[in-house]
């Protein structure tokens, strides 16, 4: 990994930040940061990282669902400050819709418009998603039939499920060498605090062949 230039977001974002230790490195370039030896900066190097480290986990592994046809949303436990980190990314992937992502007592969420990113941090996943539903009127079958709305989101959920599965599983191919495959690298931290169990797949497409 490398030090950013907007290193000092990222380490507001770790867990045991503090004020002065980022007012302390507001003095440092990304450069000393990445080659200092001195204790404290070292320190502050670890603690970038590890947001770093945290935040690239959750953006792979995070695996989203629909919520209606506006909303995709995921469950996640970050050890440190980077929700809406995840969130924009998927926003940005998705403009038009909405993301929530979060466990039962926190929740992000980040919609992309032309003008940036509409941002909301909530008590949890849970409640933002049952008051969205009630805004929606998500399964209500206004304006169509039941068949039919039953139908639509039925491709939709499938859609979503699928691209996140050929993601994953084209990263979990046994090796030739007969090595573990990439998901046994993945740690238990990792996959608790992503909200997923470990998926094993064969001889599955990949994600380019899907797009």
């Not at 399964?139 to 039953?150: A, I, L, P, T």
Request: charged fraction near 35%; proline fraction near 4%; include cysteine.
């Amino acid at each position: 990994m490398r030090t950013p230039d907007d290193f000092i977001e990222l380490l507001a974002c770790h867990k045991n930040s503090e004020r002065r230790l980022i007012e302390g490195a507001r003095r440092l370039t990304p450069l000393e940061i990445e080659t200092s030896t001195d204790p404290k900066i070292v320190r502050i190097r670890r603690m970038i990282y590890a947001v770093q480290g945290e935040i690239h986990r959750m953006r792979g592994f995070v695996r989203l669902l629909p919520l209606g046809g506006k909303v995709l949303w995921g469950r996640m436990s970050p050890e440190h400050d980077i929700g809406f980190y995840v969130a924009d990314f998927f926003a940005r992937r998705f403009p038009g819709t909405m993301i929530v992502l979060g466990d039962e007592k926190r929740s992000w969420a980040s919609v992309r418009t032309d003008s940036g990113f509409l941002r909301h941090r909530g008590g949890g996943v849970s409640s933002a998603l049952e008051e969205l539903g009630r805004l929606m009127n998500v399964g209500s079958g206004e304006g169509k039939g039941e068949k039919e709305d039953e139908e639509e989101g039925d491709r939709a959920e499938a859609g979503v499920n699928d691209l996140w599965e050929v993601y994953y599983r084209s990263q979990d191919q046994p090796r030739k060498d007969g090595r573990r495959p990439f998901g046994g690298r993945i740690s238990r931290r990792s996959l608790k605090s992503a909200g997923m169990e470990t998926e094993r797949g064969r001889g599955n497409r990949r994600l380019g062949e899907f797009i």
